[in-house]
């Protein structure tokens, strides 16, 4: 059975937008039943109306405190009785009790060789460091902040003259081909996650 995903986002949507057309082209067995993003204006919601899509943007700040944030994600996840959870370019950290409602079931993708550089401006980051090679990492999300088994990384080298934008290209390029991937095998249930590794399973 096709499984029902719900994409997260906070901005541009590129991530979001390959996932899409990869189960337009039917490499995915599943299917985008809904977006939540916690800011209206922003490119992942624009992509979102443009596919036809229900969208919610659901804003923490618009509520008294984190639980009241989580449980009105949770009452639309469970209206549309979702399967999975896609963490696309989503910039807020779930709460201790979505993770436990739904673990297992939600993934998230950063633009690092996790462990290395968790957290915001990961290419920035990585330039700092002066790191020879980077990447991005698609990762099960569990209650920690950008950490959680990983189901699959690319590398990329980082060169001499790299700028943040030209690095970050590099790795979305990478972003676009491992996410649609990772969701593929979640999708036909091929990811076991056994102690702190996945195991995949074709
Ligand atoms: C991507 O590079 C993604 O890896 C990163 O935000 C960008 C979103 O782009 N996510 C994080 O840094 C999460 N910690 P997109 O909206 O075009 O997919």
């Not at 443009?50 to 700040?61: E, L, Q």
């Not at 009105?72 to 549309?80: F, G, T, V």
């Not at 979702?82 to 979505?98: H, K, N, Q, W």
Request: proline share 4%.
């Amino acid at each position: 059975m096709r499984k029902r995903l719900a994409l997260f986002g906070s901005g541009r949507g590129s991530n979001g937008e390959a996932i899409y057309k990869a189960i337009k082209a039917e490499h995915i067995e599943g299917e985008i039943v809904l977006i939540i993003s916690d800011r209206a204006n922003v490119g992942i919601v624009e992509k979102g109306c443009a596919w036809h899509i229900p969208v919610h943007v659901v804003d923490p700040t618009h509520y008294g405190n984190g639980e009241a944030w989580t449980q009105a994600m949770l009452d639309i996840l469970q209206e549309y009785e979702v399967d999975g959870i896609l963490l696309a370019g989503y910039m807020r950290i779930l709460l201790p009790t979505f993770v436990q409602a739904y673990r297992g079931k939600i993934l998230n993708i950063h633009p690092s060789l996790l462990p290395a550089f968790k957290g915001m401006q990961a290419q920035k980051q990585a330039l700092l460091k002066g790191v020879k090679y980077t990447g991005c990492t698609v990762h099960f999300v569990d209650e920690g902040m950008d950490i959680g088994p990983i189901i699959a990384q690319a590398v990329v080298p980082v060169y001499e003259d790299d700028t943040v934008d030209t690095l970050s290209k590099r790795i979305l390029h990478e972003e676009h081909r491992i996410y649609p991937e990772a969701v593929r095998l979640f999708c036909n249930d091929a990811l076991e996650i056994v102690g702190s590794r996945v195991v995949i399973r074709e």
